[in-house]
């Protein structure tokens, strides 16, 4: 067996400079998109097209001429099909070839800061059963969205998002578009998820959640004003009805930083008629004491 090695190796073709590159090029680029396609349902879908594939060369294989006859039909029609089915994967990967490199990356502070308050106003609105769309920009632009609802550029606070998500806001419906620490636009449209996979056991809400990570890298919170439940949307998939503890746990394996979970609600220990303290004067949302001073 080993004097055949030699021999083996002599008739292998020389590989030059080019050549090592273009292999190089080419196991970066089948990386890189089984990357993005990993844990989608795009997965299934290239299952089996490489099923439809060794069956075709089987088919050759044993001379099965009318499968092989189909096969030639279907495969030029194949291609569009897969564009149409990829074009969420399609999209984002052309947007992350594209990234600029030089655009300004979130810093620590600025990540943790706006990841907290994120989490606070969440926790908060889950509570009082309020409906809310929060999504967090990363390296994708957002302007063609954030273009389409109210600008703000306000300095981002969770008292600032509980306030604009408040029953009979202007603001309450669309989706609030976070940039960095600033509260770029509020009541924007997003795009809804198409994917048949949700069924009809979203709503508009999360399927706008799940339609704005399809297109771009983006991090969306999505309330439920029926049941109060937080659900995290990413990369066209979403996990629904978490805690703000998970919240706070996924958004620092995202983004890579700490993230403190919120504080658990202090019950009080007012007597019936006593007034409020100042740190529960502190704690109060604005449309809180806008509601209880008459």
């Known amino acids: 067996m080993a004097f055949l090695l030699p021999s083996i190796f002599n008739r292998l073709p020389q590989l030059s400079p080019a050549a090592v ?24 879908i290239l299952l089996g097209v490489g099923l439809l594939v060794l069956v075709y060369y089987a088919a050759l294989w044993g001379r099965l001429q009318t499968i092989q ?18 074009q969420g994967e399609i999209r984002r990967m052309l947007a992350k070839i594209g990234r600029n490199p030089f655009s300004t990356p979130f810093s620590s502070l600025e990540m943790r800061h706006a990841a907290e308050d994120v989490v606070m106003a969440a926790a908060t609105l889950s509570s009082k059963q309020i409906g809310a769309l929060i999504v ?24 600032l998002l509980i ?36 069924g009809t056991q979203l709503g508009t809400r999360h399927r706008a959640a799940i339609g704005i990570t399809e297109e771009t890298d983006a991090v969306a919170i999505a309330v439920s004003d029926e049941t109060g439940g937080i659900s995290l949307a990413i990369s066209g998939s979403i996990e629904l009805n978490i805690s703000p503890e ?9 983004f890579q930083q700490p993230v403190s979970p919120p504080p658990p609600p202090m019950p009080s220990q007012r007597t019936p ?9 502190r704690s109060r949302t604005p449309f809180d004491r806008m509601t209880v001073r008459k």
């Open 21 to 44: 590159v273009d292999i190089l090029i080419l196991a970066f680029v089948i990386y890189h998109v089984l990357l993005i396609v990993r844990g989608t349902r795009s997965t299934q």
């Open 69 to 86: 006859w189909l096969l030639d039909k279907i495969f030029p029609y194949l291609v569009f099909a897969l564009i149409v089915l990829f």
């Open 136 to 159: 967090l920009e990363r390296d994708t632009g957002l302007r063609t969205f954030t273009e389409s609802g109210i600008p703000l550029q306000a300095q981002l606070s969770h008292d």
């Open 163 to 198: 306030s604009i998500f408040q029953r009979g806001s202007p603001l309450h419906d669309g989706a609030v578009i976070i940039r960095k620490e600033k509260v770029v636009a509020g009541s924007c449209f997003l795009p809804l998820s198409v994917n048949p996979i949700w």
């Open 246 to 254: 998970r919240l706070a746990q996924r958004l620092s394996e995202i």
């Open 273 to 281: 008629g006593e007034a409020p303290s100042a740190f529960e004067e």
